[in-house]
């Protein structure tokens, strides 16, 4: 028989001595992951799925001013004082697992409010299941009053910028144009319009009139250098041929300079194509070779062009004193650096930093005369300056002077998928049955029944860019149509905001052009009904409106805001910062070159068929520059302008390769002698038709036009 011995009890000591230390290690460790937590500067919560609080550290005690015990099981949700994008911050954890930096707005039990950044991460359990939501949220409130404070004093910068610009444009009007009509009188007075002058009279008035003309000049210039220096200029970036460009200035200072300087473009011809600005480079251009001709007094002038890297800008070859403005920090690397020299007398070292100075000329320490205003280096500067580069010089007294500018190499953007107009958006509302109110009728409520039946109907090329343009002047709503299908996009028009929303309802837009002041809904109002609706919240909206809309169109979720006037440089930025500005090429490009504003507008009226783009040159010389950079169709040219005139430009265009097989066609006021047209056929390469003002109406024109585009 078998006996029973009881245990001595030792292993039962053992064993709850072992659990003792276990638990009162497993004490210690929660005591100190619950310090680690309470220590934390954020304040701290965890929640089930339904967002509902498991747990809380004393930092959210103190944010919420609610106590632990009336926190622990309430809807996390009432800590916020929006509510429904406190459950949308649980939903994307859950979702997305985790969520970084979203903004909440924190309404302690006081009524106080506290601005955090909520982060939140999925809270797991051993089994890996979810168990609920750990967030943390940082109070960012003296973040987001500093953030505020510099958005203001930004604000209030661009707004003192904007105010001197309007300013400038102010005394432009009121300044320059008074002063042009007393020199109109002077001149008249010169001319003998009310009687014969004695020697003294006409010596007096001669010398006042030179003297206006030279004041007249320096107030342009020095109001164009206070427009340049608010930085409020625009560039338009493109490939351009360095070599062309610089052949092409060449040609234009040759047809006006000092016949007895010598004009070499040396080299250049490696650099290629290059991304630049044309109209103010060739302006810089300009400046440096007509100051390179005054100063060689007939020497020789040589223009050079080449690539070099960011290390090199600023420095100079040979033996002579230079100096060169501090390049501004940019990211760019590689630099298009172009030399003017000339083979005058030189500049002392001493001067050299001062010749970019406006108004310095008379101080610098030389034996030539200049007849410039003494701004045309600080406008290189300046220019130089807002393409991100930067200039200098290198000279000596009695060994010449070389100018030289350098322009950074930027990455133009891809060219956008092409977009095709073929239904004219006037016809295709006729066709909804919408009432088009006349210019001086009162606006009339949309027909909304009428406007949805077109509507359903109306029929979108395939493959094209629908932009809506919300204007009720047909005047302003024409010009940005025009300026659309130049674009390439297929355009209708709504006259009011109840007109635009059924429109964007049934119709696939990609943009909206949008005027504040409509009847009946306004801007706002549509803007906000707009975004209220989750299909059509997408579509981009450029706001046109006066300078006082500005920041009220941007507050209120605009993609861009265009200050009336409409501008087509402005639009065509705009929708390049959006990304859509098709392709233009399957429109043809007429390049219009006249001084008379009224002959060019007359012009543009008989070609608004979206097969057109128009573009105009008020002198022969802006002419050449716009042919180079645009390459167009078709030139259309006045014969008689005064200064570099009809036949000169057509010369200067026949100097490039890529300008002298343009069709031309010559407008002139009177018939063509047969001096004129031995002229206009002498060079077979270069297609140039007359036409005399008797024959120059639309038909006459339209069809003129039509035979040389072929």
């Not at 680690?36 to 930092?59: K, P, R």
């Not at 309404?107 to 750990?134: K, M, Q």
């Not at 973040?143 to 444009?169: G, Q, Y």
């Not at 343009?662 to 007359?690: C, K, R, W």
Request: charged fraction near 20%; charge should be negative.
């Amino acid at each position: 028989m078998n006996s029973f011995h009881p245990s001595d009890g030792s292993d039962t000591t053992a064993s709850s001595l072992s659990v003792e230390m276990l638990n009162e290690r497993l004490h210690d460790q929660q005591f100190y992951t619950r310090s680690l937590i309470e220590s934390n500067i954020d304040a701290l919560m965890t929640t089930d799925t339904q967002g509902v609080i498991t747990d809380v550290n004393q930092q959210m005690v103190v944010l919420t001013g609610r106590t632990r015990d009336e926190l622990i099981g309430a809807p996390s949700r009432n800590l916020f004082t929006d509510p429904t994008r406190a459950d949308t911050a649980i939903a994307r954890v859950l979702n997305e697992e985790r969520i970084k930096d979203y903004e909440l707005t924190v309404r302690a039990f006081d009524g106080s409010e506290t601005v955090v950044s909520y982060n939140a991460a999925i809270l797991r359990d051993r089994e890996r299941n979810v168990h609920g939501v750990f967030a943390a949220g940082r109070d960012v409130t003296e973040h987001k009053r500093l953030e505020r404070a510099l958005l203001e004093k930004t604000f209030r910068m661009e707004k003192a910028n904007i105010a001197r610009a309007e300013f400038l444009a102010r005394a432009q009007r009121h300044v320059l144009t008074p002063f042009e009509s007393m020199i109109s009188s002077s001149r008249a007075l010169q001319h003998g319009a009310d009687g014969a002058l004695n020697e003294a009279q006409r010596q007096r008035i001669d010398g006042i009139c030179t003297e206006s003309d030279r004041l007249l000049a320096l107030l342009t210039e020095l109001i164009r250098v206070s427009t340049v220096e608010t930085g409020t200029v625009e560039f338009s970036y493109e490939a351009v041929d360095v070599h062309s460009l610089l052949l092409a200035n060449v040609a234009l200072v040759e047809n006006t300079g000092d016949p007895a300087v010598s004009v070499v473009v040396d080299g250049a011809t490696d650099v290629g194509a290059f991304p630049l600005d044309v109209t103010y480079t060739a302006q810089i251009l300009g400046v440096l070779l007509n100051n390179a001709i005054v100063a060689s007094t007939g020497g020789t002038v040589t223009v050079q062009a080449r690539t070099v890297p960011r290390n090199a800008v600023g420095e100079f070859n040979g033996h002579r004193p230079h100096w060169s403005m501090p390049l501004p920090s940019s990211r760019y690397t590689e630099f298009l650096e172009i030399y003017v020299a000339d083979s005058g007398v030189g500049i002392a070292e001493n001067d050299l930093p001062t010749v970019f100075l406006p108004l310095r000329h008379d101080e610098i320490d030389s034996d030539w005369e200049s007849d410039g205003h003494g701004v045309g280096l600080t406008m290189v500067r300046l220019l130089a300056g807002l393409h991100d580069g930067t200039v200098g010089v290198a000279a000596a007294p009695g060994e010449g002077a070389t100018f030289a500018v350098w322009l950074p190499r930027r990455d133009l953007p891809a060219a956008p998928v092409r977009t095709t107009a073929t239904v004219n958006n006037q016809s295709a509302l006729s066709e909804t049955g919408t009432p088009q109110a006349g210019p001086t009728e009162s606006p009339k409520p949309p027909d909304l029944q009428g406007l949805a039946v077109g509507v359903a109907g109306l029929s979108v090329p395939s493959g094209t860019s629908t932009a809506l343009v919300v204007e009720d002047d047909p005047k302003a709503a024409k010009l940005v149509r025009l300026l659309l299908e130049a674009e390439g996009f297929h355009v209708l028009v709504a006259g009011s905001g109840e007109e635009a929303l059924e429109l964007a309802r049934r119709v696939p837009l990609r943009l909206i052009t949008l005027d504040v002041q409509l009847p009946g809904m306004n801007g706002w109002k549509f803007l906000l009904q707009l975004h209220e609706t989750p299909a059509l919240a997408a579509i981009p909206v450029v706001v046109i409106a006066g300078l006082a809309d500005v920041s009220l169109a941007l507050n209120r979720g605009a993609a861009a805001v265009l200050e009336k006037p409409l501008q087509r440089t402005e639009l065509h930025k705009s929708l390049t910062l959006l990304g859509m500005n098709p392709d233009r090429s399957h429109t043809r490009c007429i390049l219009i070159v006249d001084e008379d504003r009224e002959t060019v507008d007359e012009v543009t009226s008989y070609l608004e068929q979206p097969a057109y783009r128009i573009e105009s040159s008020a002198t022969g010389a802006d002419a050449v520059t716009d042919a180079l950079k645009l390459t167009p169709d078709l030139i259309l040219i006045n014969l008689m302008m005064e200064q570099l005139g009809g036949f000169t430009t057509i010369r200067a265009l026949q100097q490039h390769v890529s300008t002298q097989c343009i069709p031309v066609v010559l407008l002139s006021a009177g018939q063509i002698t047969d001096e004129e047209q031995n002229t206009i056929d002498s060079d077979p390469g270069q297609p140039v038709v007359a036409m005399t003002r008797p024959d120059f109406n639309r038909e006459a024109l339209l069809a003129e036009i039509r035979r040389a585009l072929g």
